[in-house]
C-alpha cells in the first residue's frame, strides 16, 4: 500500500546555506511522524516546501503515490494539507468563527453565514474532543485554545494530512497534554500527523516513528517503541549530550531583587499581580513555578520596565527602580531574556549584529557620541555567532530570517554577554532544542556560580525542579509558597501550581527516597 505522502530527494539551498540535503521522508495514513532536528536543521524548510510555501531546487512529492507539484498553500490545502505553524496565523480583533472561515466565506445572499460555520466548528470540537467557543473573540483566548482553533481551521478545509511546527513551543506542560490527547484521537480517525518538535520525551510519548535532520540531512530514522532520549539527541547534535543539570551546592549571599507588596494590572486592566513580595540572592537561580497565565508575565514586564507598577517597590541592589525605564534597570546590572522574543526581544528587520546589542548601542566600543563604530559591532557580532552557535548564513541578515531557536539564541547571546548582578529569564529555552537547551542551562549555572541573581520563570517544571535553588510557586497573582527546591517533588510542585495549599500538596503527592524533611524557605 503505497504512503500517504512521500518526499523524494527534496533539496532547496538558500544564500550561504543548504537547508534541505536530499531529504527522503514518507508518511503512512493513521500514523504521527515525528521530525526531529536542532534549530536550524531545516525542518521547518522541508515542510514550508510541502505546504507550497517554498519551491523545492531538486526532488518531488507524492499524495498516496502520485506526483504532485505544490505551488502555494491553496494547492497543499486541495490535496488536503493542512498546517498549523509555530507562530500563529489568527487574527486576534476576529471571533473564532470569522477566523476560520477566512479566505473561504460562506455566504448567505450577500451576507456571511456565520450561523452555518459556527455550526460545523461545533460539530468539529465534539468530534475532535477541541472544545472551542466559536464566538469568541481570539484575542480573548488563551494560547492553548488558540491553538486549538487553528487545528480546526485546518479541519474544516478537509485536511487529512497535518503538519504542526513545534506545537508546543508556547503551550504549557497541561495544554500540551491536551494537545496530545487531541492529536492521538485524530490519528485513530485516520488523520496522518507530521509533528515538529525538538523536545525529545513529546516525540517518544507521541510519535509512532522519528526521523532525525541535522544540518539539512537526514541522518537517522526509528520506530518509537525501540528509542530513548540519548540516542536521539546523540543524533540530533552529533555528539552525547548531557540530559541532566549540574550544579554545586547553592552559595547564596546578599538580597539584590527584593519587591515587596506588588499590585500589578494586565491588559484588561485586572488585578495580575497581587500583593507579591520576594527576594532573590545573590549566588543563587530562584524559580518561579506555575500555570501560564497566572500572573507570571505581569511580574517579570513589572521588573523590566516594560508594565505600570499599581503599588509596592522594587530594589536592585538596594536601589529603588519601581516604575523606572528599561534603560534604567539595564543600567543597574539587569539582564532579561523575555518570554515573547519577538515581541519584546528583537526588532525583527533589523540585521543580527544591531540585535546583538541593541541595549548597549549607545556605548563604547559600539558608539561615541553620535558616531557609530561598525566594525566592532560586526566583530562582537561574529564572536558571539560563533560562541552560541547562532545558524545564520551572515551577521548581515535581518534576524526574522532566521529560525525561532536561532532568535532565542539572539536574545540569550546578548544578555548573557555582559557583567550582570540580574537576570531574570522568562522562558529562557522556549523553542530551543536539546543541544541548545543544555548550553544554555550551563550559561545559567554559570552566571549563578559568578554571583548574580538569577530569576527563571518556566512553564517547563523539570527545568524549575532541575536548575532552580529554591521555588516560589505563583497561583492567581500571588506566591503561595517558597521551597527549598531539593526538599520538594515534582508531584508536590505541580499540586501546588494547580492551587493546592503547600500542606496539602506534601501530604497528596508521593514522596522520593531521597527527599528530605520538607520545610518553607523565607
Known amino acids: 500500500m503505497a504512503p500517504v505522502l512521500e518526499l523524494r530527494n527534496i533539496t532547496k539551498q538558500f544564500p550561504g546555506v543548504l537547508a534541505n540535503d536530499h531529504i527522503n521522508l514518507t508518511l503512512g495514513e493513521g500514523e504521527i511522524h515525528a521530525l526531529l532536528g536542532e534549530n536550524g ?3 521547518s524548510t522541508l515542510m514550508n516546501i510541502l505546504y507550497g510555501l517554498y519551491s523545492p531546487d531538486e526532488g518531488e512529492i507524492l499524495i498516496r503515490g502520485q506526483a504532485t507539484k ?16 509555530q507562530h500563529f496565523m489568527l487574527v486576534p480583533v476576529l471571533t473564532v468563527t470569522e477566523n476560520v472561515m477566512l479566505g473561504e466565506e460562506t455566504t448567505r445572499g450577500l451576507m456571511l453565514d456565520r450561523k452555518q460555520v459556527a455550526d460545523k466548528i461545533r460539530e468539529l470540537s465534539r468530534k475532535h474532543g477541541l472544545e472551542v467557543d466559536p464566538d469568541a473573540k481570539v484575542e480573548n483566548l488563551s494560547v492553548g485554545v488558540r491553538q486549538r482553533v487553528e487545528i ?4 474544516y478545509r478537509s485536511a487529512n494530512i497535518l ?4 506545537p508546543t ?9 491536551d494537545l496530545f490527547g487531541i492529536l492521538r484521537s485524530l490519528r485513530q480517525q485516520g488523520v496522518s500527523i507530521i509533528f515538529i518538535s525538538h523536545k525529545l520525551r513529546e516525540v517518544l510519548a507521541l510519535a509512532d516513528r522519528v526521523t532525525v535532520i541535522r544540518r539539512g540531512r537526514v541522518v537517522g530514522e526509528a520506530q518509537t517503541a525501540g528509542a530513548s532520549q540519548a540516542m536521539l539527541a546523540e543524533l540530533m547534535v552529533g555528539r552525547q549530550v548531557a540530559l541532566t543539570v549540574e550544579k554545586t551546592a547553592v552559595h547564596a549571599t546578599e538580597p539584590v531583587l ?5 499590585k500589578v494590572l494586565d491588559n484588561h486592566l485586572h488585578l495580575a499581580v ?9 549566588g543563587e537561580i530562584l524559580g518561579v513555578a506555575g500555570v501560564q497565565g497566572n500572573g507570571q508575565t505581569e511580574l517579570v514586564e513589572a521588573l523590566t520596565g516594560l508594565r505600570a507598577v499599581q503599588n509596592g517597590s522594587v530594589r536592585i541592589a538596594g536601589q529603588d527602580v519601581t516604575n523606572a525605564s528599561p534603560r534604567k534597570i539595564t543600567e543597574c546590572g539587569v539582564s532579561h531574556i523575555p518570554e515573547d522574543r519577538q515581541e519584546d526581544g528583537l526588532v525583527l528587520s533589523f540585521p543580527v549584529y544591531d540585535n546583538l546589542i541593541i541595549n548597549t548601542f549607545y556605548r563604547p566600543p559600539f558608539a561615541k557620541g553620535l558616531v557609530v563604530n561598525q566594525k566592532a559591532i560586526v566583530e562582537q557580532a561574529d564572536g558571539l555567532i560563533e560562541q552560541f552557535d547562532i545558524r545564520t548564513p551572515s551577521p548581515a541578515v535581518p534576524v526574522s530570517n532566521l529560525s525561532g531557536g536561532n532568535q532565542q539564541k539572539v536574545i540569550v547571546a546578548r544578555e548573557l554577554n555582559r557583567p550582570i548582578k540580574l537576570l531574570i529569564a522568562n522562558q529562557p529555552t522556549r523553542g530551543l532544542d536539546v543541544g541548545s537547551i543544555e548550553f544554555i542551562h550551563q550559561q545559567l549555572v554559570q552566571k549563578r556560580d559568578e554571583g548574580a541573581a538569577v530569576l527563571l520563570v518556566s512553564a517547563e517544571l523539570d527545568e524549575i525542579i532541575g536548575l532552580a535553588d529554591r521555588i516560589a510557586v505563583m497561583f492567581k497573582g500571588q506566591f503561595t509558597a517558597i521551597v527549598d527546591a531539593d526538599e520538594v517533588s515534582k508531584e508536590q510542585v505541580g499540586l501546588m501550581m494547580a492551587g493546592n495549599s503547600l500542606e496539602e500538596a506534601l501530604a497528596n503527592a508521593p514522596r522520593t527516597a531521597a527527599t528530605k524533611e520538607r520545610a518553607i524557605v523565607t
Do not use: C
Open 41 to 43: 536543521a531545516g525542518k
Open 70 to 85: 505544490i505551488t502555494g498553500p491553496t494547492d497543499a490545502i486541495r490535496q488536503g494539507i493542512g498546517m498549523v505553524h
Open 152 to 155: 480546526i481551521k485546518v479541519l
Open 163 to 166: 503538519i504542526l511546527d513545534e
Open 169 to 177: 513551543a508556547v503551550l504549557t506542560p497541561q495544554e500540551a497534554d
Open 258 to 262: 527584593m519587591f515587596q507588596g506588588l
Open 274 to 282: 497581587n500583593d507579591a513580595s520576594l527576594e532573590v540572592r545573590a
